[in-house]
């Protein structure tokens, strides 16, 4: 089992930049694929990014890309979501998940491990 806690969400404007992060306990994280993924009212869960178990690829949604920024630490648990220049239309519930195959995906299906999720409220 790996339990996934979010943290890092908010209110912000137009323009402004968050971080989420996402501590893993259980176990070895560096076994682990992990993404973020979002949800926003009445839409499907979907994927923003991915990061391999090394760091070393990481992929995104064209929706973010040139915006947000996966990253990880292995030697704390956590991997991070760097959020810049948000838009109203990134408003949603982020959720971290930790999936324990060897290639990244953007696959809701294909993770095997969810955070609880933070809200991230961008106004205009």
């Known amino acids: 089992q790996v339990q996934l806690v979010e943290s890092g969400g908010g209110l912000v404007q137009a323009g402004d930049a968050l971080r989420l992060s996402c501590a893993a306990s259980?176990?070895?994280?560096?076994?682990?694929?992990m993404g973020w993924f979002r949800q926003a009212p009445g839409k499907e869960r979907a994927f923003v990014a991915a990061?391999?178990?090394?760091?070393?690829?990481?992929d995104y949604a064209d929706s973010v890309k040139g915006r947000f920024t996966i990253s990880r630490g292995n030697a704390k648990n956590t991997v991070f979501l760097q959020m810049n220049s948000l838009k109203p239309e990134d408003t949603a519930v982020y959720y971290c998940?930790?999936?324990?195959?060897?290639?990244?995906?953007?696959?809701?299906?294909?993770?095997?491990?969810w955070g609880q999720g933070t809200q991230v409220t961008v106004s205009s």
């Open positions: 998940a930790a999936r324990s195959g060897a290639a990244t995906s953007r696959q809701v299906g294909e993770y095997d491990y």
């Open positions: 990061i391999s178990r090394s760091g070393g690829y990481t």
């Open positions: 259980g176990r070895t994280f560096s076994n682990y694929v």
